[in-house]
């Protein structure tokens, strides 16, 4: 069964610090990746996806992302965190159906300290 | 433009109520979903509409639940006899496009349901 696996529940870093959030995923085929972010009492904003391609994809915000398909990871990162990025990020895989539905992680909460 | 918007946003009710939750999608899109958020947890699917078609709920966990989506642009979700584990986040989002494994969902602030 398709599953997305985030290892790091909480994960905490200092502003201007680089920033890696990890996603692993188990998918038969070629994956759509996608990287979302939710902010508290906010609707998920798309931050960046994956479908085929350049294996390391740009996002909104300043993230980037990078396929690793030996790996099954598609791992968020940003050089420098701003304040403002604090908030849950998830990643989710396209399921292998003709509807579109999202199959999401259990999330990532990023504290980030002044 | 006007993104997804839902109404309420939030809700208590008490065990055995029935609710009722709205979605407003972005004008013209084809596709609708609904999520189910619990505490400390990501989203999970429970239904998908497209235009007045349910082509999947193969999500929703009972029979208590129902979506609907008549004129193929707002839709419902209603759930009868409300428990206490169906307290959580309901979120719905709306693509352009139909379905398929890569479309890019448009996401509403979601309706927090706390059943008393």
């Known amino acids: 069964a398709q599953s997305v696996t985030q290892p790091d529940i909480h994960i905490t870093v200092s502003e201007g610090a680089s920033l890696e959030l990890r996603c692993n995923y188990s998918y038969g085929a070629t994956p759509y990746l996608f990287w979302y972010v939710q902010s508290p009492g906010q609707g998920l904003q798309l931050l960046l996806k994956?479908?085929?391609?350049?294996?390391l994809v740009q996002g909104i915000k300043g993230f980037e992302a990078e396929f690793k398909r030996s790996q099954s990871s598609f791992n968020l990162r940003k050089p420098s965190v701003h304040w403002s990025d604090a908030a849950e990020y998830f990643c989710a895989v396209g399921a292998s159906s003709n509807t579109g539905k999202l199959i999401f992680g259990q999330g990532t909460t990023l504290q980030v300290k002044p | 433009g006007a993104g997804v918007s839902q109404s309420p946003r939030y809700k208590v009710a008490k065990r055995g109520q029935d609710v009722a939750l709205r979605c407003d999608p972005i004008?013209?899109?084809?596709?609708l979903f609904w999520y189910q958020q619990a505490l400390g947890q990501g989203p999970e699917f429970l239904t998908y509409?497209?235009?007045?078609?349910?082509?999947?709920k193969s999500g929703l966990p009972s029979d208590r639940f129902f979506a609907e989506r008549p004129e193929g642009s707002v839709s419902t979700l209603k759930i009868q006899r409300t428990q206490q584990e169906d307290s959580a986040v309901y979120l719905c989002?709306?693509?352009?496009?139909?379905?398929?494994?890569?479309?890019?969902?448009?996401f509403g602030p979601g309706t927090r349901l706390t059943v008393l």
């Open positions: 509409f497209q235009n007045e078609a349910q082509l999947d």
């Open positions: 004008s013209g899109h084809v596709s």
């Open positions: 989002a709306s693509s352009s496009y139909a379905g398929g494994p890569g479309l890019e969902q448009f």
């Open positions: 994956y479908f085929s391609g350049d294996t």
